[in-house]
């Protein structure tokens, strides 16, 4: 960048300043900010500029940048390395609710996924504070799946410092953690008070905490074991990534030994970030007591932002993949008087059915697949649901889904196969012909424009009219008189 060498008086103007910027990877506090912001939330501050609203905008693309840029993937046999590409721990900063890992999907020979390592989804249900309405919220589903590598640290009380803080007057029934699925306590300071000597229990009580249980997060490059250990930085336990004891340097990646399930010819692989996860909100929203009246509704405010930004949906860093995904066939070709189809007629138990009628007569079914581990939850909706609202799984770009009064249908395509087609609709009231999430591939309607079409009643109006870009036709739909 340019500007003066030094802040004294008639320094030079340079050209080759260096810029260091603090971006980091935290892609949620935008949304965060603004969003309590807008209901007069916020602590300290407020009333954002649309300038400052733009500046937070593009701190959340540079923080996904530098998350691309973290790290690399590599597959070598049946071994995946992680390379740590930056200059610092892989995740580093304040680690509560930090979270890195591996999302594995396995597939077979039919691209059908045979299991997925590192799944997330729905875990809890809770009020939101913004509308008193019940909404699931999501996060790892099995955190202690054996084939899941999560990269993050854990923090801790130990039994000693447990009797010491109750011998200060701190109560008993302190919660230390609350169970994920319920939100009950699950411990207390008094239960780990009664642990014998030597034991620790993990907390997210920061400033109560001295010990560390465990830090398997990636060092840097140059990172040094003697170094390490003056600044009480080690990785716990400390024999991990090499193990160069005194005098020694840590390796600066991680290898995962793979462990495919049987049938297995191929695996998608995304390096993973959250920044903030559920288990963390909830225990802010629920460890708030109110005694302080500054910070009494802190917890539930934090709780309302998480739900209503997106529950800080987990960002892809990396992708690699494992095997080698089957070439697809050429699909069989079909055409009414607008439009030229490709479809799969190798149906099976899951699928679905869209039949196009044109001037020419009925066209043959198209056959519409169930959504693989990418789009499961982009699913149909029927009897008037308006698909506005689905949400994307883990390294896929949140779209909408509609608008009301017309479900819309996405696709999911195996690996090698361009996606062509806009979104398919039905209208509101017309029964879904099969289970649900769709899967389409290959045609050229980019010129056929989404449908409106009224919902029917009985058999009339099982035939709508349906606008292009060049004339009408009528679309049949499943389920309706031949």
């Known amino acids: 960048m340019q500007g003066p060498g030094c802040n004294k008086k008639g320094a030079p103007v340079r050209k080759d300043l260096p810029l260091h910027d603090m971006t980091g990877g ?11 912001d807008v209901r007069g939330q916020l602590r300290l501050g407020g009333d954002l ?14 923080a996904k940048k530098q998350l691309s840029e973290a790290a690399s993937l590599e597959v070598i046999g049946n071994t995946v390395r992680i390379v740590n590409q930056t200059g610092h721990k892989l995740i580093t900063g304040y680690p509560e609710g930090r979270r890195m890992w591996l999302n594995i999907r396995w597939y077979d020979g039919d691209s059908i996924l045979l299991r997925e390592d590192g799944a997330w989804g729905p875990v809890a249900e809770v009020v939101n504070p913004a509308d008193g309405q019940l909404v699931q919220v999501e996060s790892l589903l099995d955190l202690d799946d054996p084939h899941t590598k999560v990269y993050e640290a854990h923090y801790a009380m130990t039994r000693d410092w447990a009797a010491a ?3 200060l007057g701190y109560p008993t029934d302190l919660a230390l953690s609350y169970d994920r699925f319920t939100g009950l306590v699950d411990y207390t300071l008094g239960d780990l008070a009664n642990q014998i000597p030597g034991t620790h229990h993990e907390t997210f009580h920061f400033v109560l905490n001295n010990y560390v249980a465990k830090d398997n997060r990636i060092p840097p490059y140059g990172f040094s074991y003697d170094e390490a250990r003056k600044r009480n930085a080690l990785p716990v336990p400390e024999g991990q990534f090499g193990s160069p004891g005194p005098g020694g340097t840590y390796d600066y990646w991680d ?11 191929y695996a998608e692989i995304d390096l993973v970030y959250q920044g903030t996860s559920w288990e963390y909100v909830q225990f802010l929203w629920l460890a708030n007591t109110g005694a302080s009246a500054f910070l009494a509704d802190e917890g539930v405010n934090m709780l309302e932002a998480w739900i209503n930004t997106g529950m800080v949906q987990p960002y892809v860093m990396a992708s690699t993949v494992w095997g080698d995904a089957p070439v697809p066939p050429t699909p069989a070709m079909y055409s009414d008087s607008i439009t030229t189809w490709t479809g799969d007629q190798a149906g099976r138990p899951g699928d679905a059915e869209i039949s196009t009628a044109g001037e020419g007569g009925r066209a043959p079914p198209l056959i519409v697949r169930r959504g693989d581990a990418k789009w499961a939850d982009r699913e149909a909706r029927s009897a008037g649901d308006a698909a506005d609202s689905c949400r994307g799984r883990v390294g896929t770009k949140v779209r909408s889904c509609g608008e009301p009064g017309l479900a819309t249908m996405r696709r999911v395509q195996p690996a090698g196969w361009r996606e062509r087609r806009p979104p398919f609709s039905y209208p509101s009231g017309v029964p879904l012909p099969s289970h649900g999430p769709l ?17 029917p009643s009985g058999t009339a109006g099982c035939s709508a009219p349906t606008r292009s870009s060049s004339r009408s036709r009528r679309r049949r739909w499943p389920g309706c008189p031949g």
């Open 26 to 36: 935290n892609y949620w506090v935008a949304d965060l900010i603004k969003y309590q």
């Open 49 to 62: 500029t649309s300038v400052q609203s733009l500046a937070l905008d593009a701190g959340v693309v540079r």
């Open 165 to 167: 803080l109750l011998s």
């Open 255 to 265: 290898e995962l030994v793979l462990n495919p399930p049987a049938g297995a010819i």
């Open 439 to 455: 899967h389409m591939h290959g045609s050229s309607i980019s010129r056929v424009r989404r449908a409106r079409v009224p919902a």
